[in-house]
């Protein structure tokens, strides 16, 4: 398993939580790391990325201002800090790894983690 999310859960609406997604080494230094989330009955939506460096972010309208994605690099670790959370951010949230930041926004990826439950509730 190359990429594994862990910190959803249950949290009250303008609550935060933050997502975690331990990487493999490789995957970590070499490729640009990313969240996506699906929500039931829709498909599945870019919410941020980060390239391999760290020195740029992209962020999906929906949740600039209230997501943050920062890396660890001593922890191999891909970090998704979501606070001011609206019912509308329930879904599974995936980490993701994609070898440009245009193949992330694009969907052209190539690791998915298995996904963490967020549930928001109003």
């Known amino acids: 398993v190359q990429l594994v999310e862990s910190g959803g859960g249950l949290v009250q609406a303008g609550g935060s939580l933050r997502l975690s997604c331990a990487a493999s080494g490789t995957i970590y230094s070499t490729y640009n790391m990313g969240w996506f989330r699906q929500a039931p009955g829709k498909e599945r939506e870019f919410v941020a990325a980060i390239n391999w460096r760290g020195g740029k972010v992209l962020y999906a309208d929906s949740v600039k201002g209230r997501f943050t994605i920062s890396k660890d690099n001593a922890k191999n670790t891909l970090y998704l800090q979501m606070s001011s959370l609206k019912p509308e951010d329930t879904a599974v949230y995936y980490c993701?790894?994609?070898?440009?930041?245009?193949?992330?926004?694009?969907?052209?990826?190539?690791?998915w983690g298995q996904g963490t439950l967020v549930t928001v509730s109003s």
């Open positions: 993701a790894a994609a070898q440009t930041m245009t193949d992330m926004t694009a969907r052209r990826i190539s690791y």
